[in-house]
């Protein structure tokens, strides 16, 4: 499972019901619940790049790290 395209589809399952509803209250209340869902697949996104950007530095770091915490002096 893929976060943010999944946190992306109940948005727009939200954004479908809110266009089904003739209520208006209702409406508003499953528009805000589409862009909560919005707001998490964003977090959700940037949390993995920054992930993915850590993973990538640390295999250069730990090439450069020396075991049992020699300097190499």
Do not use: Y
């Not at 943010?4 to 509803?21: G, I, L, N, V, Y």
């Not at 993995?48 to 020396?66: C, D, P, T, V």
């Amino acid at each position: 499972m893929n976060p943010p395209t999944e946190f992306r589809r109940h948005a727009e399952e939200c954004r479908r019901m809110a266009r089904s509803t003739v209520n208006t209250e209702d409406r508003a209340l499953w528009d805000r619940m589409a862009e909560r869902w919005l707001g998490c697949a964003d977090r959700a996104q940037h949390d993995q790049e920054a992930a993915q950007a850590l993973a990538r530095n640390g295999r250069h770091r730990k090439s450069a790290h020396r075991p049992n915490g020699s300097n190499g002096s």
